[in-house]
T-cell receptor, first 113, second 114 residues
Framework: KNQVEQSPQSLIILEGKNCTLQ??????????LRWYKQDTGRGPVSLTI?????NTKSNGRYTATLDADTKQSSLHITASQLSDSASYIC????????????FGRGTSLIVHP | DTAVSQTPKYLVTQMGNDKSIKCEQN?????MYWYKQDSKKFLKIMFS???????INETVPNRFSPKSPDKAHLNLHINSLELGDSAVYFC?????????????FGQGTRLTVV
């Protein structure tokens, strides 16, 4: 069964600090892995999309890594800002036909001043 | 200019009623989706349409019927609403199906069945 597990479930950090969110998956066959940011009351917004051959991808202060061998990904946030407070969702897309996504439950990040 | 817009944003209705949620995208994308986000914030795909053709139908009760009059619109009609249908429903679109194409989400419709 395809699954995506994220940790931690929630995280509280001080403004300016760095943090790393984890994603482990069992989705197969693998097409790509995405990280989304979802603000409260809003739809998810894409941060990064990574394919099998990509190890690292950055989007501003967000850097995602992918280890396709161990089926793990991380999202590193540098110099956190109050606006980073949101839920971060890891999504893995299976290949072969319909490209069905499997979502993690998200990590809820709160950045305090 | 909203890229993916859904209406209504909030919908409160009684059990047994029939309701529709509308979605429109002005991005010129070929593929549109409906997702359901439950009370635990868990997102799951319901349907995917590519150029008005149904591609994905993920074990959704047949009380849910998507309608795509053209590739810019994908509406969701729900018959005989049940308490368990209460959730936030997100519409999304992408340039094409699958691959590495980015999906753009609407702001969501919070459906509450009482």
């Amino acid at each position: 069964k395809n699954q995506v597990e994220q940790s931690p479930q929630s995280l509280i950090i001080l403004e300016g600090k760095n943090c790393t969110l984890q994603c482990n998956y069992t989705v197969s066959p693998f097409s790509n892995l995405r990280w989304y940011k979802q603000d409260t009351g809003r739809g998810p917004v894409s941060l990064t999309i990574m394919t099998f051959s990509e190890n690292t991808k950055s989007n501003g202060r967000y850097t995602a890594t992918l280890d396709a061998d161990t089926k793990q990904s991380s999202l590193h946030i540098t110099a956190s800002q109050l606006s980073d407070s949101a839920s971060y969702i890891c999504v893995v897309i299976a290949s072969g036909g319909s490209y069905i996504p499997t979502f993690g439950r998200g990590t809820s990040l709160i950045v305090h001043p | 200019d909203t890229a993916v817009s859904q209406t209504p944003k909030y919908l409160v209705t009684q059990m047994g009623n029939d309701k529709s949620i509308k979605c429109e995208q002005n991005l010129g994308h070929d593929t549109m989706y409906w997702y359901k986000q439950d009370s635990k914030k868990f997102l799951k795909i319901m349907f995917s349409y590519n150029n008005k053709e149904l591609i994905i139908n993920e074990t959704v009760p047949n009380r849910f019927s998507p309608k795509s009059p053209d590739k810019a619109h994908l509406n969701l009609h729900i018959n005989s609403l049940e308490l368990g249908d209460s959730a936030v429903y997100f519409c999304a679109s992408s340039q094409k199906q699958g691959g590495n194409t980015e999906a753009f989400f609407g702001q969501g419709t919070r459906l509450t069945v009482v």
